[in-house]
């Protein structure tokens, strides 16, 4: 391949890259102008609310009741080689409130509600409702995104704490109920344990940041979708792996930067 050729193409795919961020950040700036707005008609706010978290519950649960069983086994077989079974109720409670709440929750979050959220905004383009709006002047992101965007946020903290506490007592079932162990020993290392800011509150931290991100990629991709229905598919499936990866490189650097000092 002619090296000029090979040049051209890396300058093209770069300025394709900062087009992308250009629009990114001022999608970003645009919503943040109008988020205002969503507070003085907040009953728009809890219909999103409703959408995005209450119908997540059923999965959240689930999955929180799921994770807290799988977590609570693993962890006796691991801490039982050390003599620590009693250690059980903390190690769910840290691993939940630190990482797996947040996270698994934003994964979830991601591909129930940001899913939900892209085709619904990419068929409303593709309905030409958006352009109906901005017609009788009326600012789509105004009424239609900015409702959106401020109910994931406020969905997805409450939606983690749910998780870790449904996982807590998953971890409670199986560990106290089913093994044996004692719920004296199994409460009092985890309240003695967590501490309420340097974990729980880092978790909800987490969860805040992950629920703007999701709810940010999933209102754009459907604003950006293109208006047919190959555009709006390709917008949802865009959503999940860019949501996805988000979460998973945020936590990293968030995890680095709360915990990188011991107590």
Do not use: H
């Not at 344990?193 to 459907?222: P, R």
């Amino acid at each position: 391949m002619n090296p000029l050729d090979l040049l051209a193409r890396l300058g093209v795919w770069a300025l394709g890259m900062l087009r992308g961020l250009g629009r990114n950040a001022y999608f970003m700036v645009e919503l943040l102008r109008v988020l205002p707005a969503a507070f003085r008609r907040f009953y728009l706010v809890v219909v999103q609310l409703n959408a995005i978290g209450v119908n997540s519950m059923v999965i959240i649960v689930s999955s929180g009741l799921a994770v807290g069983f799988v977590l609570a086994l693993q962890g006796y077989y691991t801490l039982t080689r050390y003599g620590a079974a009693e250690s059980l109720g903390l190690l769910v409670a840290l691993s939940l409130v630190r990482e797996l709440g947040p996270v698994v929750t934003a994964l979830l979050f991601a591909g129930r509600a940001g899913t939900s959220l892209t085709a619904e905004i990419g068929l409303m383009k593709a309905g030409e409702q958006l352009a109906a709006m901005e017609l009788m002047a009326i600012d789509p992101k105004q009424r239609v995104l900015a409702p959106r965007f401020l109910g994931g946020i406020i969905a997805m903290p409450l939606l983690a704490a749910m998780f870790s506490a449904v996982g807590i007592f998953g971890g409670y079932v199986v560990g106290v109920l089913m093994i044996g162990i004692d719920p004296g020993q199994f409460w009092s290392q985890m309240q003695g344990g967590v501490d309420v800011w340097d974990d729980v509150g880092n978790g909800m931290i987490k969860s805040l940041v992950f629920g703007i991100a999701c709810t940010f990629v999933a209102l754009y991709q459907g604003y950006e979708a293109k208006a047919t229905p190959e555009g709006v598919a390709q917008a949802t499936t865009r959503t999940v792996v860019i949501s996805s990866l988000a979460v998973l490189l945020l936590d990293f650097v968030l995890t680095a930067v709360m915990f990188s000092t011991p107590r």
